[in-house]
């Protein structure tokens, strides 16, 4: 997908507040599941529903040395080559569709949520967290949390390169803001405390449902505009759906668990295998139907 060179940037959207400290021991939010770092935060969705939880609203959020303000004016001809610009763009796109979608098919006003770029560490409402566990969505602040050091993660490591997959990543977070707005997650925190026992199944089908929501936005993703009508893309190619599904098979359990050493072990999945995460995100990409995106049924 081509970022088209004459749509602008509302970077109101997205704060970059470097390093506010803090490790990943205390976090409890949706990540994107990663190893090595900070560690591995598979069973993060436990930690969330089992201890109810958060540790406070936005009164732990900390922009330590304040905030640097992100710049991406349209006369800079490459500014999409910064990721902070470029994530912006996906960032828009994504909330002007869900603006629009969401009351009209899930019956929920959509309320826009920034993204938080930080560096190493932060403090969020759902605890402290750093690199090691990736990109995140805190239920408890309404915030998105990426360090964009995750991208080379996500190439150099996993394998997963191309643009796109940023924008599959970003898009499964703000999957997971859907599931807070229209109820999902506080009624799957419900049934977890009620049935432990189905705590990992239940998690995995949260996040196979933001994979779908992933899907359905890069369906209709060519057709967003800026706040001005024009096209936040002049593209969407076949190359761009791969970079997503290369990216969703890249994070899914057993990958992980490969790459980690160890055996496959479907007992411990909280996110989903590779195929399962391929199969959803296609799943809405193929109808953009964000009410075929139902992996509880």
């Not at 969330?48 to 006369?75: I, K, M, R, W, Y």
Request: aromatic share 8%; glycine share 14%; net charge negative.
């Amino acid at each position: 997908m081509t970022l088209n060179e004459n749509a602008s940037v509302d970077t109101s959207q997205v704060r970059d507040v470097g390093s506010s400290g803090g490790g990943g021991g205390g976090l409890r939010g949706l990540p994107i599941p990663i190893g090595g770092g900070g560690g591995w935060i598979g069973l993060v969705v436990l930690l969330l529903v089992v201890g109810g939880g958060l540790l406070g609203g936005n009164a732990l959020f900390n922009g330590g040395g304040g905030e640097t303000p992100v710049d991406c004016p349209t006369s800079d001809a490459n500014r999409f080559d910064d990721a902070k610009c470029r994530d912006a763009a996906y960032i828009n796109s994504i909330q002007s569709f869900w603006a629009g979608a969401l009351p009209q098919t899930l019956g929920t006003q959509y309320q826009e949520v920034d993204t938080i770029y930080f560096d190493q560490s932060v403090q969020t409402g759902c605890g402290a967290a750093d690199s090691g566990v990736g990109p995140f969505y805190c239920p408890s602040d309404d915030l998105v949390y990426i360090d964009l050091a995750f991208w080379n993660e996500l190439v150099n490591r996993f394998g997963a390169s191309g643009e796109f997959a940023e924008a599959y990543v970003l898009a499964h977070e703000y999957g997971h803001h859907i599931q807070d707005l229209v109820g999902t997650e506080a009624d799957v925190r419900g049934q977890m405390e009620a049935n432990p026992a189905n705590q990992n199944e239940l998690s995995v089908k949260l996040e196979l449902q933001a994979d779908c929501y992933a899907g359905v936005w890069s369906n209709h993703a060519a057709a967003t505009k800026d706040e001005k009508g024009v096209p936040i893309f002049s593209s969407l190619t076949q190359q761009d759906i791969n970079e997503a599904l290369n990216a969703a098979a890249a994070v899914g359990d057993d990958a992980i668990q490969k790459k980690m050493g160890g055996s496959v072990d479907e007992s411990q999945f909280t996110h989903g295998s590779s195929a399962q995460r391929q199969q959803w995100f296609n799943q809405g990409f193929s109808g953009g139907d964000p009410k075929a995106c139902n992996t509880f049924g």
